[in-house]
């Protein structure tokens, strides 16, 4: 971008650390890209209500619960809603608004046997 990026204002810096980033790298990356282009300056700034406005765009089912009981407890609910299905339009990672593998991954380090939800119908 041609730009010199020699310091990062307080209030980006902490705004950035305080933030769950739901989107992750690339949510990150997109920030950090946005703020460079629009900052004029060796400074680097995110404009006020970044944050905010990424909050509101998030699907209402996202949000993540803050203890990891209460996220174990959250998954196995919508597995039983699906009958144990994880993926595709009706699946639990839809429902939660994550991707399937992440929610994959989630189940494993949750310790949750998936296969208990399962149900032919």
Request: hydrophobic share 35%; net charge positive; aromatic share 4%.
């Amino acid at each position: 971008m041609g730009k010199r990026i020699r310091q990062i204002e307080k209030r980006s810096l902490d705004a950035m650390q305080q933030y769950t980033w739901p989107g992750n790298i690339r949510e990150l990356q997109n920030v950090i890209e946005r703020g460079v282009i629009l900052t004029d300056g060796e400074v680097f700034r995110l404009e006020p209500g970044t944050f905010q406005a990424a909050a509101a765009k998030a699907p209402s089912g996202s949000a993540e619960p803050s203890a990891p009981r209460d996220q174990k407890a959250q998954i196995e609910a919508v597995l039983r809603e699906t009958r144990g299905r994880i993926s595709g339009p009706d699946g639990a990672a839809a429902r939660l608004g994550i991707p399937a593998s992440t929610l994959e991954s989630r189940i494993r380090v949750l310790k949750i046997n998936k296969h208990l939800y399962r149900t032919n119908v």
